[in-house]
């Protein structure tokens, strides 16, 4: 992952979603092509012009903590949500009129009006998931995750988070049995992580994100199967109609036109898109009609800048006015993997051979990273055959939590020696702990080369116990 879970609560909008679809289930799941498949409801029907659905429940079902699932429990995960602040942008909140247990397994939800998406609404993974009521306090707050799924969290910390099976889950069990998810914010740790075989496998958006160049990569690595699939994102150009460049819309036009969709789909995502007019994909019901791409046509947007008062100036730079044609194009890193590298024409009109150079980026003003350090070392113990060493700084980044590094070491006849340390006391999200190690410097008589051998034994995060040996000959 490249963040922690963080809050599981299935109605905060705080946890990472994929560790919450693991924990937690709905009364339906949208599966491919749109269909809604039955979950903990097993049938459910409309009645009263659509304005109302009843639900029979799975029978059979318990939280992992022992609750059993029934229309006590449904109900009062809908009052956690659905006539409430976290349920507020859903049409079934807005339509929400009340609710009706019918028998201990069998709910009515009767709607002030009726709507089509509330079936689809309901296999949101946020906020209509169903928890246990003993995942709260007394007073309703949500305490712990628990829920009917598949996995268990077994723990959860900003460095990890481990889930066990479920092994009295109503259904059909995964076939392994625990399920390690390491944070790693970096792309490119993952990458290396993956390639050593240290993690299993890496990826999906919004969860750890490969982007194109990096899958280039992969896939081409042996061991290593890059799987891709068409996804639900729609990467949308949007205008600043504030800009008074572009309050004209022929000039919105002219850049619509200009825009080789084509591309950006092979260049900056590698393949790994396609072009669209959609803001929906395919994959997605009822997206609509597929709306034709248009291609890029330069002499449609000389016309249009013409028409809007664009002409060249002595210099052959488009202007009006006398100001240049300008655009300032933004685009995220978070939102776009790899778009650092994106590319841009610097002379749209005039098609040339090079159809692509490297765009110049300005960032927002920063504070210069600094640290600040202070240490202290000295000698506890200092006799002719005993030498006992200290050494303690502390490290201030203007930019990030302060730390502490301390050690310690002992030497006897300058030959052997055993060492003791921890680095990042204090700070949190590290991965570096407690090392341990010794040594043995050996002087060959009569001569000025000295044999050095070190050992160290660190505990360093996902990568458990870390161990160094390393030997040397100095002259």
């Known amino acids: 992952m490249s963040k922690p879970a963080g809050n599981l609560n299935p109605i905060a909008y705080k946890g990472l979603w994929v560790v919450q679809d693991m924990v937690f289930e709905g009364l339906v799941k949208y599966t491919r092509g ?60 807005q339509q929400f009129d009340r609710f009706e247990i019918v028998d201990p397994m069998t709910v009515s939800i009767h709607l002030k009006n009726k709507i089509q998406v509330w079936l689809i609404e309901l296999s949101y993974i946020r906020p209509v998931r169903f928890m246990s009521p003993k995942a709260v306090d007394a007073e309703g707050k949500y305490t712990k995750p628990v829920g009917t799924g598949k996995w268990i969290v077994e723990s959860d910390s900003v460095a990890k988070t481990v889930l066990v099976r479920n092994e009295n889950y109503w259904g059909k069990k995964p076939k392994i049995d625990k399920v390690e998810l390491f944070v790693m914010p970096n792309q490119r740790s993952r990458g290396s992580a993956l390639q050593a075989g240290e993690i299993d496998a890496s990826g ?21 199967t890059v799987v891709s699939d068409v996804g639900t994102d729609t990467m949308v150009l949007g205008f600043n109609p504030r800009r008074e460049i572009f309050k004209d819309i022929r000039v919105r036009e002219a850049v619509n036109v200009l825009i080789s969709r084509q591309a950006i789909a092979t260049g900056l995502l590698r393949g790994y898109a396609k072009p669209t007019m959609n803001l929906y994909p395919e994959v997605i019901a009822y997206s609509g009609k597929r709306w034709p791409v248009p291609a890029r046509d330069v ?25 240049p044609f300008k655009i300032e194009l ?14 841009v024409d610097p002379d749209p009109i005039n098609e040339g051979n090079v159809e692509f150079v490297n765009a110049m980026y300005e960032t927002d003003k920063f504070p210069l990273p600094l640290i600040f350090r202070v240490g202290l070392s000295g000698e506890i113990i200092n006799t002719i055959n005993n030498r006992l060493s200290f050494a303690v700084d502390a490290l201030h980044p203007n930019d990030n939590l302060e730390w502490v590094n301390a050690g310690l070491e002992y030497a006897s006849m300058d030959m052997f020696f055993l060492r003791a340390g921890m680095s990042t006391l204090f700070r949190k999200d590290t991965e570096e702990g407690l090392t341990l190690g010794s040594g043995l410097h050996y002087k060959i008589a009569g001569s000025s080369t000295q044999i050095k051998l070190d050992y ?10 870390v161990q160094r040996l390393s030997i040397g000959v100095h002259f």
């Open 330 to 343: 933004v685009i995220s890193e978070d939102a776009v993997a790899g778009s650092r590298k994106f590319s």
């Open 456 to 465: 160290s034994y660190s505990t360093f995060g996902r990568l458990k116990n």
């Open 299 to 323: 002499d449609k947007a000389k016309k249009l800048l013409a028409d809007a008062g664009w002409t060249k100036n002595s210099d052959g730079v488009l202007s009006k006015n006398g100001k």
């Open 204 to 224: 999906g958006k919004f969860i750890a994100a490969v982007s194109p160049q990096q899958a280039e990569i992969l896939k081409n690595k042996p061991g290593i």
């Open 34 to 93: 749109g269909v809604l498949e039955p979950v903990l409801a097993k049938s459910w029907k409309l009645s009263n012009q659509g304005k109302t659905i009843t639900f029979k429940l799975r029978e059979n079902v318990y939280f992992t903590d022992g609750t059993p699932w029934n229309a006590e429990v449904m109900t009062w995960n809908l009052d956690r949500w659905i006539d409430e602040r976290p349920g507020s942008w859903l049409q079934l909140h």
